[in-house]
């Protein structure tokens, strides 16, 4: 299971399986979230009590902090997004939380950004007239690429030949790439799921959560 889960544990005491609860609690549902395994011996759960097993505090099931920005890396951020021409923002997993969703809406509104949802998640609104997602010949003339929780860079921006398999860039050679969210603590050696490596010219780890309520906050004071 180890090559399928973000933690894996087995209690060699009975002292030890609340503290195990709760950590496995915390880590699976810390960002970005997946499976923990807890594995329990056959003879430990046999056995009689001898004791109280004490629990841990309410407090230690307690989720860590969401990942913020660096302000200096988001700051660039903006100044890149504000003095594009034709930015375009594409969404992955934006809206895994609700409050990614309508702060998606909020960035795209306030820079005029018109966004391309990849569809893993419900990450903006489908009526709304910035969504481009099926309009794919927005990236054409695009001279900056924001990429937000997006594994998938490579389906909105390529064309495929089906009979070669040959995939070409729809990007014009020179724009710009700007990468938010939690790829680089995805990766594994069992799966391909954090796709094809983009060499974008600014990579920010942070929850979009935050980042993107922030990002849209320095487009307005600009």
Not at 21 to 32: D, G, L, N, T
Request: proline letters at 8%; glycine letters at 4%; one cysteine or more.
């Amino acid at each position: 299971m180890r090559n399928y889960t973000k933690w894996d544990y087995q209690p060699h005491t009975i002292d030890g399986v609340p503290e195990a609860f709760a950590r496995a609690y915390a880590v699976m549902m810390s960002e970005p979230r997946g499976p923990i395994y807890m594995c329990y011996d056959a003879w430990l759960q046999e056995q009689k009590l001898e004791h109280d097993v004490p629990l841990p505090p309410a407090h230690a099931a307690k989720v860590p902090s969401r990942i913020a920005p660096e302000p200096k890396a988001l700051a660039a951020a903006a100044n890149l997004i504000a003095a594009a021409r034709k930015p375009v923002v594409i969404a992955e997993f934006v809206g895994r939380e609700p409050e990614g969703f309508h702060a998606l809406v909020e960035l795209a509104e306030t820079g005029g950004l018109p966004v391309y949802d990849v569809d893993s998640r419900l990450n903006f609104p489908t009526r709304h007239p910035l969504n481009m997602s099926m309009a794919k010949d927005v990236f054409r003339d695009a001279d900056l690429i924001v990429c937000l929780d997006t594994r998938d860079w490579e389906r909105p921006t390529t064309e495929l030949v089906s009979t070669t398999r040959q995939r070409t860039s729809i990007v014009p050679e020179g724009a710009r790439w700007i990468d938010i969210g939690f790829g680089d603590l995805e990766l594994s050696s069992w799966a391909l799921d954090y796709q094809r490596l983009q060499h974008a010219d600014l990579r920010i780890l942070a929850d979009t959560s935050i980042a993107i309520p922030m990002l849209t906050e320095l487009l307005k004071a600009g």
